[in-house]
């Protein structure tokens, strides 16, 4: 056995440090003129998720703010491409992202994360690793009913769904848990623009970024 891999038959290494940055949080904020944040999208799909966060990042990034969305699709081309879409699949690809946007955030930057994210457990899990980073965390809910969800169904998801040929689908094999304590609710009547300038106003009440 190599000498150099005594923890390779685990998961985990005790032979590893966290290295703090020499730029620090205050500092960040005042260079970049906002405060890194993660806002996290959730809602059935095709509620206007993706959508949300597109319009609302080209805006941010309009007003000179540093900002980037984290898309649920896309993120499974690259680092969770490994991943199907079992429960536990699930869980581990929401704790991956929520692992990936406390990066984001703790590097000042607005991250706009769109994931269905249908279970509270695994959106608290967000919240916590957030929170005791001392990160800002915002959650977003799209409340588009499933009924709309299935008529706008621009991937023919849900009648794939409905046949029997998506396997764990949310709202149809698999359920959507709505949450409780949502710092922002989207209604389905407002527009894409509209809704983010919902959010934007939000994140400047909140100082999050400079009015």
Not at 75 to 84: M, W
Not at 170 to 198: C, F, L, M, R
Request: glycine share 6%.
């Amino acid at each position: 056995m190599d000498n150099n891999s005594e923890n390779s038959s685990t998961n985990h290494s005790n032979n590893i440090v966290w290295h703090e940055s020499r730029v620090s949080p205050e500092f960040r904020q005042e260079v970049f003129g906002q405060q890194g944040s993660t806002l996290w999208f959730t809602g059935l799909s095709g509620s206007g998720k993706s959508t949300l966060a597109f319009t609302l990042e080209h805006m941010l990034v309009q007003e000179k703010f540093k900002s980037y969305v984290l898309d649920g699709d896309n993120i499974r081309h690259g680092l969770n491409n490994n991943l199907g879409f079992s429960d536990a699949d699930r869980e581990e690809n929401i704790r991956r992202v929520g692992e990936v946007s406390k990066l984001f955030a703790d590097a000042g930057l607005i991250v706009l994360s769109s994931f269905i994210s249908p279970f509270k457990k695994g959106r608290q899990l967000v919240r916590k690793i957030h929170e005791d980073a001392g990160l800002n965390f915002l959650e977003i809910f799209i409340d588009t009913p499933l009924a709309v969800c299935e008529e706008r169904d621009p991937k023919q998801l849900y009648a794939k769904a409905r046949r029997g040929e998506i396997p764990h689908f949310t709202g149809i094999s698999s359920p959507y848990e709505e949450p409780d304590d949502a710092e922002i609710i989207i209604p389905v009547s407002n527009s894409p623009e509209k809704s983010s300038q919902q959010v934007l106003e939000y994140l400047k009440q909140h100082k999050i970024i400079k009015s």
